[in-house]
């Protein structure tokens, strides 16, 4: 089974960057593995529901970013050392969330939850003013 460990979550001040981590290993239940899948970023607070972020496909020809990050955020993979990144500019106070990565169901990227069928145990982001 695929195993997701993302990190790189910390408290910063508005303005500053941050870059999450992360690392895949294994395969998932439909026997892909982090080179054939596509790869997302959602986050969330408390009370909301999971808010799609960016995401990845399989060999990184095609990226989409929620309106709310796009210009800020960079999504990136590292094949040859399965890891998924993202790099965090100019965080405001309303990037705050927990940051989870997350394994497509398919090597098509999708910006639905329910296209992906694994999931990192989530890294916390705090950005005060």
């Known amino acids: 089974q695929v195993r997701l460990v993302d990190s790189g979550g910390r408290s910063v001040r508005a303005g500053m960057s941050l870059r999450l981590s992360c690392v895949a290993s294994g395969r998932t239940k439909s026997g892909r593995t982090f080179k054939t899948s596509s790869m997302g970023w959602f986050r969330q607070v408390p009370g909301k529901e999971s808010e799609f972020v960016a995401v990845i496909n399989y060999n990184g020809e095609y990226i989409d970013y929620s309106d709310s990050v796009k210009g800020r955020f960079t999504i990136s993979r590292d094949d040859a050392q399965d890891t998924l990144y993202l790099q965090m500019d100019n965080l405001r106070p309303e990037d705050t969330a927990v940051y989870r990565c997350?394994?497509?169901?398919?090597?098509?990227?999708?910006?639905?939850?329910?296209?992906?069928?694994?999931w990192g145990q989530g890294t916390q982001v705090t950005v005060s003013s």
């Open positions: 997350a394994a497509g169901r398919s090597s098509a990227a999708s910006t639905h939850s329910s296209s992906f069928s694994a």
